[in-house]
């Protein structure tokens, strides 16, 4: 059942007809020919296509492009604005933070979006530290680099076969550092 | 996916009207399980109707100093909350405990406590699954069941929970406020899951129809030391062999209150009511604790696959309220 | 042979397509836009074994923008005799999961939801799926086809005389599960038929393959088949044989000739269709003295394949290599069973046999109350253990002595159970690797130089996430004697000259051999023709692999020593690894930054197969049942703590021109027998059953 939508889509406006079945992953992919977010597991298992959904860092596999109608979207090509690389994505090249680069895009997203988190203050599991959860009254900003399991948690979300793990956690504490 | 209609409900009248309208509809909320379920051909729904606009997305604090939910909140915005993260860390917890950051930021609390089974038969078209097709017969009881239920099971359905919010929120015996054709109820979150028994297809007590506008706290001064405690084959982004959670109040070295749930094992939120109950009113020793939660364990059945879940919950049942009682200042 | 000179070569130089990747622009093989696409969904068996006794299509014909479907009645007729590839040939299926029929359609969303209404009846006999102990000899044959570079099965000495005599015996099995390779890129296509023949974007580690396969299977020319595959999102072995997903993708081409289409595997049928490691039953006896030098080391692996085409893990391949011992057997059998084919996945053999070798030469250490780095020491042997023949190099002891130092391995007190912190035990454990070197045969290269001083080397090799790109080029460079600016290298195309596949950590050494094959013919030729000008119109040379002359004469292999440190919770036997690190010997690295990039990610699998990973068959069904990432769980960020990777200085002037070794494979060798070492170092538990889970280690 076909119907028309409004996407924002890394700055630029688009109306396009979608099923309603069309995920936001397809809808870019498929029909914006918009191929930054990647397809891993579709079933929101791997994190290849996190895309910033109104801001935030979301799975668009899961996501009806329906559902979102007049939402504004920034993938991983979005980020580099003016064809300058956004300095995590400087930083990915610089620390060797990926290999095949499928999951890369995602990784990237997540990445930037988790940076943005910390400083608003976001727990994550390892936030809580002390068994008694007492450390949830701390609301303040969680210092990434200084902490490198947080960014193990909150990376998490985004697989990586290649395994590049390793070396995304000091390209991340670097622009966390900035 | 099969063919469905969308519509985006103006309130939640209209929501539990278009649904009532429609034996095969759906209320949609994040989607994080639906659509999934969907892609799988598990889920058919003829039409959804989008209730994220229509259910609240706000965290208040009551008079009587218990906080309410809006069903539509996301699970991110929940577990970043400060007055959640200050008086119930355990649902903070709990929370980002499950799925991951870009999953939390979809997933509503609604949606949250209604997430489906992780069974992998149950999400396998292919094979028999007495809780996607009634009658159909349960693959998991004789096939791989290592991630599945200890507790509270059926022959026909060993099935677990996944939440991991519910297990936290059985433990502070918050409330789930609905509004449906016949009107708006309160359940009480241990009530909302129902055990499979000979009707595993009905995971809860709600009637097509019925929304989720709220979950409601308790006041529960005691729990703004809590703990959830989830252990799963890997360190992140798993579903839960075991979950605990825990809180305590401790009055001169005796047990005045205890609450202890456990999540995956059982097919609903298990609340640890026959551990509390010996706990309540004594000391807490890891003798104590130990003898409390094998008592909660003692009518456990388990599978091939799964029978070490009873000294894992047992174990982890004691490391939880250990450390909890330990920690304090 | 002497190494060619680095001036490039050794730099760690950043990932030449790194900028396109990081934005997602990089195009992988679905992703290329073509016009007007259709698209593909499969539909697959629902038994195991059995006959088709009806299909009906006429649903999924009926939905509005379905183009055509396909089943063995009308799908055209291939000419392979490969059993995998031979899809939609008759009304027979020989596993759960086999393609059996497919959708081609306007969108993705009515190919998918077409291809579940297509209703097949199938008439099922018995199947036989379960690989167990229980397959007695008359069910289990020596394999037959298994890479021809090593022999199957070995002998040396009295094996059973050896054993008897020894003072320390030891008898135990190990057992490795299947794996699926998973890599985040699924395998996908695009398909266009035209009268000049197909082109195809396809997810390889080898276009040349597909493009063979492909001509074979549609009676076409070589020529009249092109295959694209500039960008590829991981294979790790699983995109190296050719499968039926681009057999199916053609015969929709075909079937709707002149439009494009596009397929992807979903990841459920990823665990049906693209191959996987085969689970392993390995039989470890050991006999040494009592200062723990081997005497006697006998290995057997029983494994499966399908019945339609047969591929050995060949878990005992690297036992011979390691140690020095005069007596020496190994055995292997296969069961074939009504399952998918398994096929190679990083380091075949060695990764699964030296988890049960290097388990059981711990448990040997243990025994004899010695060192566990110490006791590899000891039999360090002086010459190749089966054929005595000298290693062209051989590196172990030196990485076994610079990683016990780096890790700070002593002092160790050798007790278990001994450590504890907070709650957790804690352990160290160790283990050797090690993964041939080698060369495949099948590259040609070709290099064009032009006037203004630019070199243009193409072949059809590809970028699977090794740093090909890069690291190729800075061959190139140095083998040429430019800087790299003056290097165009081309490839991921069967336009180019063919090339070896991507495999056997073989790639910068087939590839690279050969152009410094081209760079030095390029060279003789502008010398001795043309006064080592470039002519106005270029010059171009293309050459062949050359032999490697030292090949019979030294044996071949990259070495490593792996080091992990565990804790294990006392009360949960929740598991972490919170430093992994691994030195290796693996000839010049030709950049420092990629390389190392492959070791952790190589050691991290091992950590994933150690901890995580499993495919678990439902011998009722005849199917992986966890297929999906969600429950098919690889490592996560969370999962993974330090990883650090190094290597000793080594000059092998034999391997080949450049002096590599290969570098893809060898950090999962042994990794996970480091992490069950330490596990057992933890808490004197032995796990000789893949993966270590909590459960294991409950107390």
Request: hydrophobic share 40%; aromatic share 4%.
């Amino acid at each position: 059942m076909d119907t028309e939508i409004a996407l924002r889509v890394d700055g630029a406006d688009h109306r396009l007809t979608v099923d309603t079945r069309t995920t936001l992953l397809d809808a870019l992919r498929e029909r914006l020919g918009n191929t930054s977010p990647k397809k891993g597991c579709d079933h929101g298992q791997c994190g290849a296509c996190t895309i910033l959904l109104d801001g935030r860092r979301a799975n668009s596999c899961l996501a009806l492009a329906v559902a979102h109608d007049g939402a504004d979207i920034v993938t991983a090509a979005g980020l580099a604005a003016d064809g300058q690389l956004h300095p995590m994505q400087r930083s990915f090249i610089e620390h060797d933070a990926f290999q095949c680069g499928y999951c890369t895009p995602g990784q990237i997203v997540s990445a930037v979006a988790m940076v943005e988190e910390a400083a608003t203050g976001w727990p994550s599991a390892v936030t809580y530290r002390h068994p008694d959860g007492t450390d949830g009254t701390d609301t303040g900003p969680v210092d990434l680099a200084a902490n490198p399991d947080e960014i193990r948690e909150r990376m998490s979300g985004n697989l990586c076969r290649c395994a590049a793990y390793a070396n995304m956690i000091p390209a991340i504490q670097e622009v966390a550092r900035s | 996916m099969r063919p469905f209609r969308y519509e985006r409900a103006t309130d939640a009248a209209n929501a539990v009207a278009l649904l009532a309208r429609a034996p095969q509809a759906a209320f949609l909320g994040g989607g994080t399980n639906l659509v999934d379920l969907m892609k799988l051909d598990v889920a058919r729904p003829e039409l959804l109707v989008d209730v994220r606009r229509v259910t609240p997305r706000t965290i208040e604090q009551l008079p009587d100093g218990g906080v309410r939910i809006g069903a539509g909140v996301t699970n991110s915005d929940l577990a970043a909350d400060p007055l959640i993260r200050r008086r119930y860390p355990v649902v903070a917890q709990a929370v980002l405990n499950g799925a991951s950051t870009q999953l939390r930021n979809l997933a509503t609390v609604g949606g949250n406590l209604l997430q489906r089974t992780r069974c992998l038969y149950f999400q396998d078209i292919t094979t028999a699954c007495n809780k996607r097709e009634p009658g159909t017969g349960c693959s998991a009881i004789e096939g791989h069941n290592r991630d599945l239920a200890i507790l509270g099971t059926s022959p026909d359905c060993i099935a677990t929970n996944p939440s991991d919010l519910a297990v936290a929120l059985a433990a502070m015996d918050a409330t789930v406020q609905t509004i449906g054709p016949d009107g708006s109820r309160a359940i009480p979150l241990t009530e909302l899951h129902r055990l499979p028994g000979s009707e595993p297809q009905h995971d809860n007590v709600l009637t097509h129809g019925e929304l989720i506008m709220a979950v409601v706290l308790p006041p529960l001064p005691f729990a703004t030391r809590s703990y959830y405690r989830k252990i799963r084959d890997r360190a992140s982004y798993a579903f839960a062999l075991v979950s605990v959670a825990a809180a305590i109040d401790l009055v001169d070295g005796q047990v005045r209150d205890v609450r202890i749930a456990l999540g995956g094992v059982a097919p609903k939120p298990w609340r640890a009511t026959r551990a509390e109950d010996l706990l309540r009113g004594g000391p807490v020793d890891e003798e104590r604790l130990r003898r409390a939660a094998e008592a909660e364990l003692a009518d456990a059945r388990p599978q091939a696959d799964n029978a070490f879940k009873i000294p894992l919950a047992r174990n982890a049942i004691v490391r939880t309220v250990l450390d909890l009682v330990e920690a304090a200042p | 042979m002497s190494t060619i000179a680095a001036r490039v070569m050794g730099q760690a130089l950043d990932r030449v397509e790194g900028a396109d990747k990081v934005r997602g622009l990089a195009p992988y093989a679905f992703e290329h836009p073509v016009p007007e696409p259709a698209y593909l969904s499969a539909v697959r068996s629902t038994v195991a074994a059995g006959q088709i006794t009806g299909i009906d299509c006429s649903r999924a014909s009926a939905q509005s923008g379905v183009l055509a479907v396909l089943t063995y009645l009308n799908a055209p007729r291939v000419g392979t005799d490969d059993g995998e590839l031979r899809i939609l040939q008759s009304d027979q299926v020989a596993f759960r999961g086999q393609f059996v029929a497919a959708v081609i359609a306007e969108t993705s969303e009515i190919a998918r939801h077409a291809a579940g209404l297509v209703r097949v009846d199938y008439r099922p006999r018995p199947h036989d799926v379960e690989l167990a102990d229980a397959h007695g000899p008359d069910q289990l044959r020596v394999p037959q086809q298994i890479w021809p570079l090593f022999p199957i099965e070995t002998d040396k000495g009295d094996v059973d005389a050896g054993l008897a005599s020894a003072a320390i015996q030891l008898d135990e099995t190990y057992r490795t599960p299947w794996y699926h390779h998973n890599p985040l890129e699924p395998h996908t296509t695009i398909a266009c038929w035209t009268t000049e023949g197909v082109t195809l974007y396809v997810s390889t580690q080898y276009p040349a393959g597909v493009q063979h396969t492909v001509a074979e299977a549609f009676r076409l020319e070589p020529a009249q088949v092109r295959v694209r595959s500039p960008h590829v999102g991981g294979g790790f072995g699983a995109k190296l044989p050719r499968h039926s997903d681009v057999i199916l993708a053609v015969m929709a081409a075909q079937l709707v000739a002149g439009r494009p289409v596009r397929f992807a595997l979903t990841r459920h049928q990823m665990f049906s269709q693209t191959g996987y490691r085969s689970p392993t039953i390995q039989r470890v006896r050991l006999g040494a003295d009592t200062d723990g030098r081997l005497v006697a080391v006998a290995h057997e692996s029983v494994e499966q394949t399908s019945r339609l085409r047969e591929f050995a893990e060949h878990a005992t391949r690297a036992t011979p290599t390691m140690y020095a011992t005069p007596h020496l057997r190994t055995r292997q059998r296969l069961a074939a069973l009504d399952l998918p084919s398994p096929t190679i996945m990083r380091a075949p053999g060695e990764s699964t046999g030296l988890f049960a070798l290097e388990s059981a030469l711990d448990e040997l250490a243990i025994a004899c109350g010695v060192d566990p780095v110490e006791l590899r020491v000891r039999n360090e042997p002086a010459e190749h253990p089966l054929d005595g023949l000298p290693f062209s190099s051989r590196g172990l002891v030196g990485c076994l002595r610079e990683g016990a130092r780096r890790f700070g391995w002593q002092p160790r007190d050798a007790t278990p159970r001994a450590r504890r912190d907070n709650g957790w035990l804690v352990g160290t454990g160790m283990a050797a690797s090690t993964y041939p070197a080698m060369q495949l045969p099948g590259t040609k290269v070709t290099i064009r130089a032009t006037p203004d001083g630019r070199h243009i080397v193409s072949l059809a090799a590809v970028d699977i996430g090794t740093g090909t790109r890069t690291a190729l080029a800075q061959v190139a460079a140095d083998a040429l004697r430019v800087d790299l600016d003056r290097v165009e290298l081309r490839l991921g195309d069967t336009a180019y000259p063919p090339a070896a596949q991507e495999g056997g950590s073989a790639g910068i050494s087939s590839w690279g051999a050969t152009i410094c094959a081209g760079a030095d013919e390029l060279r003789r030729r502008l010398s001795t023709e043309y006064g080592d000008t470039v002519p106005a119109d270029g010059l171009e040379v293309t050459v062949d692999m050359p032999e490697n002359q030292y090949l019979g004469r030294y044996v071949m292999h990259s070495f490593g020593a792996q080091f992990a440190e565990v804790r294990v919770h006392e009360e949960t036997g929740e598991i972490r690894v919170p430093r992994q690190l691994g030195v290796y010997a693996v000839g010049r690295v030709v950049n420092p930054k990629t390389a190392r990039s492959q070791l952790i990610g190589g050691m991290t699998m091992g950590l994933s197969m150690a901890l995580h990973e499993a495919s678990v068959l439902d011998p009722r069904y005849g199917h992986v049942v966890n297929h999906d990432l969600a429950s098919y769980h690889i490592s996560s960020n969370a999962d993974v703590g330090a990883v650090e990777a190094y290597w000793i200085e080594e000059d092998d002037p034999y391997v080949n021109p450049m002096g590599t070794k290969g570098i893809g494979e060898i950090g999962i060798v042994g990794a996970a027998a480091a992490i069950a070492n330490a596990v057992h170092h933890a808490t004197g538990v032995r796990v000789r059953e893949l993966p270590i889970t909590c459960d294991k280690l409950l107390p």
